[in-house]
């Protein structure tokens, strides 16, 4: 009697959880749908000639929410712009917005969040947050240069990094045409994270 109480007790329980596991495998689908959409669109894609004519959708690495991470967020302070050099040699303005703490497999990790100051002229991009990393899947399943993600600020002092839904830079695809903020070093992950679009050689430059 005591063991079917319990059940009745951790069922509820359970229907929650996988509801919010359901949400959470239907937004990173969403994100894979958008940016399939966005490359195959003729005024957005960075890919061109027989590359867009030839691209039929991503390689993403299987959906696996372990790279969906909550992370303890520190903003930064009085932060000053900066310049951040891209893989033309030229550079981009900045600002260091905070610190996001997370943990992944039994260790912690660190990365920094910055914000475009030429996007916060625009009333649209004011909350956007700008992630760049690197991880030891670069230069063999995903793009050498590293990956992107993009997020909003939150309201309180968490928020959630899945890693499911990053992406490479355009620079990935085309080199010539643009212009793409390289990785720091202060965020170059020693773990792989295999999680996001994975690289496909045929579309670059």
Do not use: W
Request: glycine share 4%; charged share 25%.
């Amino acid at each position: 009697m005591k063991r079917y109480l319990l059940l009745l007790l951790l069922f509820p329980c359970f229907v929650f959880s996988q509801k919010s596991i359901l949400k959470e495998k239907v937004e990173i689908k969403k994100f894979q749908k958008n940016l399939n959409a966005e490359y195959l669109n003729p005024k957005e894609t960075p890919l061109r000639g027989d590359n867009f004519k030839n691209f039929k959708a991503h390689p993403f690495f299987p959906v696996d929410l372990k790279y969906r991470v909550e992370a303890k967020l520190v903003r930064t302070a009085n932060a000053e712009p900066f310049e951040i050099p891209t893989s033309s040699g030229k550079t981009k303005q900045y600002k260091e917005y905070g610190k996001a703490s997370f943990t992944l497999e039994g260790q912690e990790y660190t990365l920094t969040l910055y914000q475009s100051l030429d996007l916060l002229k625009q009333e649209k991009y004011k909350d956007y947050l700008f992630l760049p990393f690197r991880d030891l899947t670069n230069g063999k399943e995903t793009y050498g240069g590293g990956k992107y993600m993009d997020l909003k600020i939150p309201k309180g002092n968490t928020l959630i990094l899945d890693f499911n839904q990053s992406y490479q830079p355009y620079c990935a695809y085309n080199a010539y045409d643009y212009n793409c903020p390289v990785v720091p070093e202060e965020n170059k992950l020693p773990v792989e994270i295999r999680a996001g679009v994975m690289y496909n050689d045929i579309y670059h430059h």
